[in-house]
């Protein structure tokens, strides 16, 4: 908030347009991708002030850790400025900057 690095994270519930906080990320991070699959929601790479590209997976399951987002298995690479699409039961991580601040 305020051009900041944050860890924030928000959720809308679309039925009645209403904002509410929820967990916040382990880390304070900004241009990372986030995805949705199956009942969970993964945020996956982005930066903060010493890492610019971070490797950092972590997945919040509302119906079963509703309380915290947890770390899983961390991407080969580090990434900021990418996309993420979900296809076939996986995610998929797309382009982006490296860890050297090159796109891939």
């Known amino acids: 908030r305020n051009g900041s ?6 959720v809308v519930n679309t ?5 509410s906080a929820a967990p916040s ?3 304070t991070r900004q241009l990372l991708a986030a995805a949705s699959l199956g009942n969970c929601i993964y945020s996956l790479g982005g930066w903060n002030d010493t890492i610019f590209a971070m490797r950092n997976v972590e997945r919040l ?3 079963v850790n509703a309380d915290a987002f947890v ?6 690479v580090g990434r900021s400025y990418h ?3 979900v ?3 996986r995610i998929y991580v ?10 891939e």
């Open 5 to 10: 690095i944050t860890a924030i994270v928000e």
């Open 15 to 19: 039925a009645t347009g209403v904002v």
């Open 25 to 27: 990320l382990p880390s």
């Open 61 to 63: 399951c509302p119906s």
């Open 71 to 76: 770390p899983v298995a961390p991407m080969l």
């Open 83 to 85: 996309q993420a699409a």
């Open 87 to 89: 296809a076939l039961g």
């Open 94 to 103: 797309v382009a982006g900057l490296n860890p050297s601040g090159n796109y």
